[in-house]
């Protein structure tokens, strides 16, 4: 048999196109009630003059032993319901035939499931914790320093008599966090092999990345260092002008641990 929606070869019992989803035999979705099955007989009446005795409630009969009870035959759905998917509780049932035909494609496609795209905070420590434990000695050192130096930029870089204490972020240590971003960015690429590249230049990059950041964080303490005299603010004694903070002091040592780390795969490496 054809459809007459795309004239393709379908089966002659089937309800709806499986090229189309063109409905063929609109009877299939017929809502109208099935006639009830006949009563079955009742029991003739007894005989006049005699009494109906009543069973007397006995012990369940025994069931002989190793013999197992018979399960209830699973009932069977007429062969209409298999064929239309049981058209009496398809949505299907409830859109007229003519319409359906007329409706494009892609609207009698039910919606599809669309998975969240967000990043699950639990899967991603999960990610962290496993790429820190795959890592050798040295880029463990070397990873651990670069995340320390960024944490000193959160820290007083400079402290001043006008301005009081100035946090790396604020301006002196910003070169340095940058640096410190590129360093575990280099580290990454490298460890996963992201990048289609000579291992070494990669390696070149993170020495680069971290020697820039310990270097700016080496002119920021001179920048910092005014030994001038100057009254403070609160009280009679004379402080200096502005001298480096212990953020800035702990930018140099994070730094020296990337560096020594990075020497150090660098070597295992070779």
Do not use: H
């Amino acid at each position: 048999m054809q459809c007459p929606s795309c004239n393709a070869e379908i089966d002659d019992d089937a309800a709806i196109c499986p090229e189309c989803d063109a409905i063929v035999d609109p009877s299939a979705f017929d809502d109208s009630p099935r006639p009830s099955k006949p009563a079955a007989p009742k029991r003739p009446a007894t005989k006049s003059g005699v009494k109906a005795v009543p069973k007397k409630p006995g012990a369940p009969a025994k069931r002989p032993s190793g013999v197992r009870p018979k399960k209830p035959a699973a009932r069977e759905e007429p062969a209409e319901e298999r064929k239309t998917g049981n058209a009496a509780g398809d949505w299907r049932s409830r859109v007229d035939p003519s319409e359906w035909n007329q409706m494009p494609a892609s609207q009698r496609e039910p919606e599809k499931f669309q998975a969240d795209k967000g990043i699950d905070p639990d899967d991603f420590i999960t990610g962290i914790r496993v790429f820190v434990y795959g890592l050798s000695a040295g880029d463990k050192l070397a990873f651990f320093g670069a995340v320390a130096t960024l944490f000193s930029c959160f820290f007083p870089w400079k402290e001043t008599v006008m301005d009081g204490d100035v946090l790396g972020l604020a301006g002196p240590g910003l070169v340095t966090f940058l640096m410190g971003c590129l360093t575990l960015v280099v580290l990454t690429l490298r460890v996963n092999k992201t990048l289609k590249v000579n291992e070494l230049l990669l390696w070149a990059a993170q020495l680069g990345t971290l020697s820039m950041g310990v270097l700016w964080a080496l002119v920021s303490i001179k920048q910092s260092w005014d030994p001038t005299l100057a009254r403070a603010i609160e009280g009679n004694q004379e402080v200096w002008a502005s001298k480096p903070s212990f953020g800035v002091i702990l930018a140099v040592l994070a730094g020296g641990l990337t560096g020594f780390g990075t020497v150090l795969g660098l070597k295992g490496k070779s």
